[in-house]
């Protein structure tokens, strides 16, 4: 199947300082990435939708300002957690679909970033 | 807005007892698609269904979809160590945003 990679895997940073989390799709292009947050033994939540060349959509509830994501290739999307704080450690993982393929909507998943804030 | 919930949120099984685990949408869903994410991995497509009272089967594993197209389940038939993970319903609206389940979290005693 697809490849999706993210890096890094685990990030510790302190408190009010920004962390960079980048998806990449090795192995095809992806016009749409999706970024979740998964809390402990729980469900993945949508954060955006990030879209090539254009601006992310942002699923209700989550900030844009600080969850900023960039999409400027269509084999990169990245999501900056800015002046980060320590609710906001969390399992983050990116996805994407790829076009034409034989199940519809299938998604390949990045291996997801442990972000700590201290 | 859609919703996607699944159940049993947990369940422990004796190795060679089945498991199945339900899952039900608010609205009518184009196909669902069920996930398998081992502990400390990433969510892993397992299957995805499309049609009304479709069946599929992966060796072990059994997938259903409802008639309505609004509920799916998935069985295990003799579990086993390797089958330890949660598994995530996650239904696709129409060309909308895939929603997961809250997962059901699988623990196979040996």
């Known amino acids: 199947g697809a490849v999706v990679s993210q890096h890094p895997s685990w990030v510790i940073c302190k408190s009010g300082t920004s962390v960079k989390i980048e998806c990449r799709s090795l192995d095809f292009q992806a016009t749409t990435m999706f970024w979740y947050r998964q809390f402990p033994k729980q469900s993945l939540m949508l954060m955006a939708t990030?879209?090539?060349?254009?601006?992310?959509?942002?699923e209700q509830g989550v900030e844009k300002d600080k969850f900023l994501i960039n999409h400027a290739s269509l084999t990169l999307s990245t999501l900056t957690v800015t002046s980060a704080h320590p609710e906001d450690s969390s399992f983050y993982i990116c996805?994407?679909?790829?076009?034409?393929?034989?199940?519809?909507?299938?998604?390949?998943f990045g291996e997801g970033s442990r972000l700590t804030v201290l | 807005g859609q919703q996607v919930m699944q159940i049993p949120q947990y369940q422990h099984v004796q190795e060679g007892e089945d498991f199945t685990t339900y899952c039900n949408s608010s609205t009518t869903l184009s196909n669902i698609q069920w996930y398998k994410q081992r502990p400390g991995g990433h969510p892993v497509f397992l299957i995805q269904l499309v049609k009304s009272g479709e069946v599929k089967k992966q060796k072990r594993l059994t997938f259903q979809f409802g008639e309505a197209k609004k509920n799916s389940s998935l069985h295990i038939t003799a579990t086993q160590t390797t089958d330890v993970g949660t598994y995530f319903c996650a239904g696709d609206e129409y060309g909308n945003k895939l929603v997961f389940g809250a997962g059901t979290i699988l623990r196979v005693k040996s």
């Open positions: 990030s879209n090539e060349g254009s601006k992310a959509t942002y």
């Open positions: 996805s994407a679909g790829v076009a034409g393929g034989p199940n519809t909507g299938e998604l390949f």
